[in-house]
């Protein structure tokens, strides 16, 4: 079925709303996913700040050279679905990622971050990197280690002086 000019422009100028506020896209092939399968992987971007676009090739075409963004949907094979995250640049890689993994309908193609074009490889390498809250962590482990470190060692100190008091007492 054709559509129209009017819902053309309107698909245009929605999808480029979104893709101006994205921190980071993932170009994902679908073919074959089914339809549960497709909202089970919406509710997952969801849920992690992301959202999943589908758009004809030469509309997506057309969003992209007015954002100026060099990827070319029409150089990708299959049907693409733009993934595009909102809250951290992490999470839209992540979630498809792991989803692919268990779905091997979906695959991701490459992205979009930074204002360059990444492969798929790149891809992957963003999608297991830990995320914002466990690289916190590990940063405030790190920091507060040097100072309980010191503390158990001068508590080993008085530790050691008391067995040894201990047992000067015994002896007596």
């Known amino acids: 079925m054709a559509i129209s000019k009017d819902k053309k422009k309107e698909i245009v100028k929605s999808l480029g709303e979104k893709v101006a506020k994205q921190k980071a896209m993932v170009f994902a092939d679908f073919t074959g996913l089914k339809v549960k399968d497709m909202v089970e992987l919406k509710k997952k971007l969801r849920e992690n700040g992301a959202e999943l676009k589908v758009a004809k090739k030469t509309l997506m075409t057309i969003v992209f050279k007015d954002k100026k963004i060099a990827a070319d ?92 008091l201990s047992q000067i007492k015994k002896a007596e």
């Open 73 to 164: 949907p029409k150089k990708m094979q299959g049907e693409i679905a733009l993934v595009m995250g909102y809250s951290d640049e992490v999470s839209p890689a992540r979630v498809v990622y792991e989803f692919s993994r268990t779905n091997k309908f979906i695959k991701i193609l490459g992205g979009y971050l930074e204002n360059k074009e990444i492969g798929l490889s790149e891809v992957q390498a963003l999608a297991m990197l830990p995320s914002r809250q466990q690289l916190l962590a590990n940063m405030v482990g790190s920091m507060s280690s040097p100072a309980r470190n010191f503390a158990y060692v001068l508590q080993a100190n008085i530790t050691g002086l008391v067995r040894a």
